[in-house]
């Protein structure tokens, strides 16, 4: 079947530190994957999402290569700021099956 | 432009009782979705309809059933809640092939 692993929150780094949130998957076939961003309150906003292997997703200086070899799509930004905290949601969509991993909550000190 | 709108934004049933839960898109999407959210688990998929006119289950479709009403609305409706359906719900459109998926605010729905 599919699903989604993703590294346990919560993660709090200092400002302008470098991010990685961890994700690998499992699936049949040639899934999409999504990275998706939750802010306090709101619905899910997709950040980043790439189709096929080797392709990287990027947005908003966040960066995700899709890694069939490892099974990985994991995030990565260089230097964070306080307006990412938030928390995070790796996803795959194989067909019409939709699985999304638990999510790991950001929070970045000033 | 609205986007995905949700309601209600708050929700408190007893055992028992039955609710729908409204959901109605105007980007024109093929596709909607409902998921539930609770700690630790990230989203489910309850149900999915591909096209106005087809419903599917998804991962967690048990206790709650699903209407596409025309292709702007798709109403989920617990005929009778219960305590382990305590959770946030979201619903979502998006065109077809897999584009990326638009999510509403969300329903937190309490039953006691």
């Known amino acids: 079947g599919n699903s989604v692993t993703q590294m346990e929150g919560p993660v709090t780094l200092s400002e302008e530190a470098f991010l990685t949130i961890n994700c690998t998957y499992t699936?049949?076939?040639?899934?999409?994957l999504f990275w998706y961003v939750q802010y306090p309150g709101e619905g899910l906003q997709l950040l980043l999402k790439?189709?096929?292997?080797?392709d990287k997703g990027s947005n908003k200086g966040f960066e995700a290569t899709y890694r069939k070899e490892t099974t990985s799509f994991h995030l990565e930004k260089g230097s964070v700021q306080v307006s990412d905290s938030a928390v995070y949601f790796c996803?795959?969509?194989?067909?019409?099956?939709?699985?999304f991993g638990a999510g790991t909550r950001l929070t970045v000190k000033p | 432009n609205a986007g995905v709108t949700q309601t209600p934004k708050f929700q408190v049933l007893k055992t028992g009782q039955s609710m729908t839960l409204q959901c109605a898109q105007d980007?024109?999407?093929?596709?909607m979705y409902w998921y539930r959210q609770d700690p630790g688990m990230g989203l489910r998929l309850i149900y999915y309809?591909?096209?106005?006119?087809?419903?599917d289950k998804g991962e967690v479709p048990n206790g709650y059933n699903v209407s596409r009403l025309n292709k702007r609305e798709f109403s989920l409706r617990l005929e009778s809640a219960a305590p382990s359906q305590t959770s946030v719900y979201f619903c979502a459109s998006s065109l077809s092939p897999p584009y990326e998926q638009y999510f509403g605010p969300g329903t937190r729905l309490t039953v006691t």
């Open positions: 996803a795959l969509k194989n067909n019409n099956d939709m699985r």
């Open positions: 309809s591909a096209s106005e006119g087809t419903t």
């Open positions: 980007m024109n999407h093929n596709s």
């Open positions: 790439a189709t096929k292997a080797d």
């Open positions: 699936a049949t076939g040639y899934p999409s």
